[in-house]
């Protein structure tokens, strides 16, 4: 008998349902993972115009308790989470000491000493890590609760009536970045309105045993209001035209929260040292006098899909590198985000193209999002 762990990806709670669905799966950061269940386009369409679910019980829950809680996730993280309510939420990052980012992160206040952090799958052990040896000497308790949750997400137009129909919770209270304890289909939830697709969308953290029970109620609830279940594809398509970075591609190790135009998120006022404050410092002080590459939007004038990785070129010469790239169901062309030399990075910018494959093709720079849903 081997004692090597197993290699095996990890199954959600909806493993089985997803298989009796017909889903592709794949191995996504250590888990099976539904890919799409039949056309990524009509998923994609479906939650622009009506909704979309989603299981996302790959993130990873990490809690935090305890009289110095919010102390450690000060020190911990980039953001002032002294200044979340409860009930509120945070889009936030945790840094390395040299200012490169190990994730981006979701806090959530459920109570007074009672935060939730919620890091990207891939990323979900070394966010665990990072915060337990951060919070010593702190009172307050890091708790791995990735097995206690599973995440279902409700997205697009439609997503608000049909979660109506199955809660008497307040939703029309609920704000974006917020989050309330209640029942769901007769499963006790925290309901959270964030969200990854540029629309709006509730995900709905439960107890893996319940998982099963609330999906087939959403379904059900949905299906007049032409809710289809849907996959990581059709989700990291949303987001591309949403202008959400993925961590791996818009945001590594090797980028600070300022190189990826997302230094809004490091809170310099806040009292008390924070892990990579210094290295931060200088970084901010860098991007106001001398920006280093922008992230910027690239539309193909063509036909040809760029991916991560391929050059971006102005007049022959590299000026900047794609960090994901997709064809865009909604603008009917190719689309993709890319770190390009500030020279190249101006809105309507000509004469910048995408070397794929050895042509230069050309490409239109424009604004972040690509898409916005009408409010």
Known sequence: MSNAPSTAPRQTALDALHRSLGATMTDFAGWDMPLRYGSERDEHQAVRTRAGLFDLSHMGEITV?????????????????????????????????????????????????????????????????????????????????????????????????????????????????????????????????????????????????????????????????????????????????????????????????????????????????FVGREALSAAAERAATDPPRKLVGLIAEGRRVPRAGFPVVAAGEAVGQVTSGAPSPTLGRPIAMAYVDAAHAAPGTTGVGVDIRGTHEPYEVVALPFYQRRK
């Open 65 to 273: 308790t305890g009289p110095q809680a919010v102390n450690v996730l000060n020190f911990a993280l980039v953001g002032n989470i002294g200044t979340v309510g409860v009930g509120r939420a945070r889009y936030t990052m945790i840094c390395q000491e040299d200012g490169g980012i190990l994730d981006d992160l979701i806090v959530y206040r459920l109570a007074d000493t009672e935060y939730m952090v919620v890091a990207n799958a891939g990323n979900a052990q070394t966010v665990l890590d990072a915060i337990t040896e951060r919070a010593a000497g702190f009172d307050a308790e890091v708790r791995d609760d990735r097995d206690a949750y599973a995440l279902l997400a409700v997205q697009g137009p439609e997503s608000p009536g049909i979660l109506k129909s199955l809660t008497d919770a307040d939703l029309d209270g609920l704000k974006y970045y917020a989050g309330l304890p209640g029942t769901v289909a007769g499963v006790p939830a925290l309901i959270a309105r964030t969200g990854y697709t540029g629309e709006d969308g509730f995900e709905l953290f439960v107890a893996p045993a319940d998982a099963e029970k609330l999906w087939r109620a959403l379904t059900d609830a949905g299906q007049d209001a032409g809710l289809v279940p849907c996959g990581l594809s059709c989700r990291d398509t949303l987001r591309l035209e949403a202008g959400m970075p993925l961590y791996g591609h818009e945001l590594t190790t090797s980028l600070t929260p300022f190189d990826a135009g997302l230094g809004r998120v490091v809170k310099f006022e806040k009292d008390g040292d």
